[in-house]
Antibody, heavy 127, light 111 residues
């Protein structure tokens, strides 16, 4: 059974930093491209970034609002993906989810169909 | 403002059908057949209901179906049931730096 569990959320002052973790189990983590999506209170979903598997280059892509401030990384020995968030702004307040794509028919939709989600971790940026 | 446009609300009576639209551009929905739909109940994580415009993951009832025409995708829920009451979000691959865009969500009410 696929499980994703986020942690590391909390209250932080504007300009501060926070590191989120997502512990994964139930699938071959090293093969997976891992994605972070956030949801501000009462708002819609927002894709914020993704790290590819090391075999696919291990590269990252980010949404414009977080590029240069957030860094997504992975530790395959710990089956964990991280989101280092720096220079936090009040508009970064949201539930942060990690998610992975759907794999079926011998193909994985890493970037277009998010099939498994963690319960999320709340980040509040406020003075 | 979300990249994809959805109506804020939709409703239907039990047993009826309801369609939710999702309008994008020629750079996202119009360019790729990688439209997905998610159901989210209050306080829960989203659940994938449709991917690649029309495909259902294992376990999703066939009452849920997807379609696309030009820059607009649609999710249709047939035979509405009380448990279908939830927020629904569309998503599309874009192929650009902002790889995935989502809609603002539609609150579906079962009357």
């Amino acid at each position: 059974e696929v499980q994703l569990v986020e942690s590391g959320g909390g209250l932080v002052r504007p300009g501060g930093s926070l590191r989120l973790s997502c512990a994964a189990s139930g699938f071959t983590f090293s093969d997976a491209w891992m994605t972070w999506v956030r949801q501000a209170p009462g708002k819609g979903l927002e894709w914020i970034g993704r790290v590819k598997s090391k075999s696919d280059g291990g590269t990252t892509d980010y949404a414009a609002p977080v590029k240069g401030r957030f860094t997504i990384s992975r530790d395959d020995s710990r089956n964990t993906v991280y989101a280092q968030m720096n220079s936090l702004k009040t508009e970064d307040t949201a539930i942060y989810y990690c998610t992975i794509g759907n794999c079926s028919g011998g193909r994985c939709h890493w970037d277009d169909a998010f099939d498994f989600w963690g319960p999320g971790t709340m980040v509040t940026v406020s003075s | 403002q979300s990249a994809l446009t959805q109506p804020p609300s939709a409703s239907g009576s039990p047993g009826q059908s309801v369609a939710i639209s999702c309008t994008g551009t020629s750079s996202d929905i119009g360019a790729y057949n990688y439209v997905s739909w998610y159901q989210q109940h209050p306080g829960k994580a989203p659940k994938l209901m449709i991917y690649e415009v029309t495909k259902r993951p294992s376990g999703v009832p066939d009452r849920f179906s997807g379609s696309k025409s030009g820059n607009t995708a649609s999710l249709t829920v047939s035979g509405l049931q009380a448990e279908d009451e939830a927020d629904y979000y569309c998503g599309s691959y874009t192929g650009s730096n902002n790889l995935v865009v989502f809609g603002g969500g539609t609150k579906l009410t079962v009357l």
